[in-house]
T-cell receptor
Framework: KAGVTQTPRYLIKTRGQQVTLSCSPI?????VSWYQQTPGQGLQFLFE???????NKGNFPGRFSGRQFSNSRSEMNVSTLELGDSALYLC?????????????FGPGTRLTVL | DQQVKQNSPSLSVQEGRISILNCDYT??????FLWYKKYPAEGPTFLIS?????DKNEDGRFTVFLNKSAKHLSLHIVPSQPGDSAVYFC????????????FGRGTSLIVHP
């Protein structure tokens, strides 16, 4: 069974630009969550999607948005990029949402904002 | 305000010895705790978990201990191997947070041959 895939793996953007990151969950998984990891920080929760609906949202500004498609693939978008948005963005999928379901993480997209 | 704290950013251990990684939490609504391991250029992988109804869970060389009264958990790796060198994240979740895991900042473990 293929794992969670994220594209692209690396991205360099400049301030003010926007970026779209993609995540393909494990086949059959319907829940997709996004996290931001910055140096010295833990994983900060961005949002969770299940059945094409955003179910939970973390404490991030409205510049961060996402969506999920009918095949459970998900994208996240960051508009008006700031230097502080430089981070590793991780996607995780699980079969169901919430509870004690195990999450499986992708390798992440490393975003650098210059 | 960090609800999950890993106060040691790094830990260095000799191969064959015990590694003990610590984690403290503040939210009494957390009832499920997990440890993840992360290698560079890879996403975190699930290692072991424990429910609040238990105080110990073992899986091979890995054991997690939970002290609810102290709001403290620890991960023991015995014996430590060089391949265990990675960043370890502690995470906690519960009803109060809609079961979204809250992660600590991680502890970088280096196991020397």
């Amino acid at each position: 069974k293929a794992g969670v895939t994220q594209t692209p793996r690396y991205l360099i953007k400049t301030r003010g630009q926007q970026v779209t990151l993609s995540c393909s969950p494990i086949s059959g998984h319907r829940s997709v969550s996004w996290y931001q990891q910055t140096p010295g920080q833990g994983l900060q929760f961005l949002f969770e999607y299940f059945s094409e609906t955003q179910r939970n949202k973390g404490n991030f500004p409205g510049r961060f948005s996402g969506r999920q498609f009918s095949n459970s693939r998900s994208e996240m978008n960051v508009s008006t990029l700031e230097l502080g948005d430089s981070a590793l963005y991780l996607c995780a999928s699980s079969f169901q949402r919430g509870g004690y379901n195990e999450q499986f993480f992708g390798p992440g997209t490393r975003l650098t904002v210059l | 305000d960090q609800q999950v704290k890993q106060n040691s950013p790094s830990l260095s251990v000799q191969e064959g010895r015990i590694s003990i990684l610590n984690c403290d939490y503040t939210n009494s609504m957390f009832d499920y705790f997990l440890w993840y391991k992360k290698y560079p250029a890879e996403g975190p992988t699930f290692l072991i978990s424990i429910s609040s109804i238990k105080d110990k869970n073992e899986d091979g060389r890995f054991t997690v201990f939970l002290n609810k009264s102290a709001k403290h958990l620890s991960l023991h790796i015995v014996p430590s191997q060089p391949g265990d060198s990675a960043v370890y994240f502690c995470a906690a979740k519960g009803r109060g947070g809609s079961y979204i895991p809250t992660f600590g900042r991680g502890t970088s473990l280096i196991v020397h041959p």
